[in-house]
């Protein structure tokens, strides 16, 4: 892991960019910590929606309030085909992004297929932070922070609450990520989403395997998600990451 | 109103008996403040599900953690053939309040429509008391909570902001009453709920004419809604009760 540049320190938050190796690919990612951090603390892992990236406005605000009020630590890593990863990543559209991917079909499943791995490794990575460690960990992603968090969390037993949502499988999917997350998980629904039909996102819902689940609707389109769901989210985090946590 | 016996007065909650009359029938109620409260705060009245009564554990746990964790009134009355409106009305069971209601169709709908009225004048009485005042009113009501609470929130303009939940339309009803609703609500949804139809509850969410409105879904049965939603319930209030709170 090559720490980039110097860390930004701010009201309390230290932020430092780094890149890691993982087959050959370069990961570019974030970690926000408390300042002076040492020790070990709960760890939350921060899935951008489609054309974002790791810097994005919600992801750094998420970023910095489970720092600030949990005193959690929290990262972040490009997408695939997203963010630093590609050419001016840090401003895509949602079509831009759907015209590469479609580019060159194989490559981007294959890079799909790959970024199971980079947030595992990611995770392997950071457990060796001093001020991170090997504590409880999170992950939170919507939209194609679900997709690539559905088979991430199934396959990754670090890995102990997640908020997903903004993302639907057809009521008659197999959806085997999905059937074998038993871990607790805050399942976010937008009620008018113009992208995700609503029966998907309710039969998505139903298929975790989760015994802990809780689904949250709130009325508006796919990227209007209320503000009050990102204080669940801390609060969801809190509930299910704070029981190890050393200060 | 007529208080009944002495108040209760334990950790900080005040507990009062009342009678109310309303159109020559006696309503039976409980009002909870801060200990020595005066002046004016937001009130919440509590509806409680049929077999149920106003002293019932979950009624009486809410009223407590909005008097100590928030400082505010509480109240609830016996709805319409249950507790002290009926011969063993606090030891019911779902089958002999059924049984009882289809012995007289007729009766059973009179006091359901009355009960809109004895809600309204109840609360009109509670504004009187000192301790409660016109502050900023909620109403919470699950299952038979919302059947009333649905025609009572919609035509009382006193009401701030409504939990509701455990119960549903048909995809096609009119829906009048929940359509006209436009106050902030908390649509609780049991997704396993024995008793009433996934798709019915789900159509219900959607009537509401809230702007403000979240559904929070869990697994289990109908009367298996988990604690976390008694502590959102207070959450829910605490926001959108507070704005014009007096200590």
Tied chains: 1, 2.
């Excluded at 701010?10 to 960019?17: N, Q």
């Excluded at 890995?159 to 903004?166: N, Q, R, T, W």
């Amino acid at each position: 892991m090559d720490w980039i540049g110097e860390p930004l320190v701010g009201h309390g938050v230290t932020e430092r960019r780094f890149d890691l190796e993982v087959d050959e690919e370069t990961v570019p990612g974030i970690l926000w910590s408390p300042e002076d951090a040492t020790g070990t603390r709960p760890l939350v892992l921060l899935g951008h929606g489609g054309s974002g990236h790791k810097r994005m406005d919600y992801i750094l605000s998420l970023a910095r309030r489970l720092v600030r009020h949990l005193g959690f630590a929290a990262a972040a890593i490009d997408g695939p085909m997203h963010g630093d990863r590609v050419p001016g990543g840090t401003d895509l559209t949602l079509d831009r992004v759907r015209t590469r991917m479609n580019e060159d079909p194989e490559q981007t499943a294959r890079r799909f297929r790959a970024i199971r791995k980079e947030w595992s490794e990611t995770l392997t990575a950071l457990q060796q932070v001093d001020g991170v460690g090997d504590g409880p960990t999170g992950y939170w992603g919507l939209s194609m922070g679900t997709v690539i968090g559905l088979p991430f969390v199934a396959s990754e037993p670090r890995i102990d609450a997640a908020v997903l949502g903004l993302m639907g499988i057809p009521a008659d999917a197999r959806g085997e990520s999905a059937r074998s997350i038993t871990i607790p998980v805050l399942f976010l629904v937008q009620w008018d989403d113009e992208l995700i039909k609503r029966t998907d996102a309710l039969a998505l819902f139903d298929t975790l395997g989760s015994k802990q689940k809780t689904m949250h609707v709130n009325p508006g389109l796919h990227s209007a998600v209320p503000p009050a769901e990102f204080k669940a989210s801390e609060e969801f985090f809190a509930k299910y990451l704070r029981v190890a946590a050393t200060a």
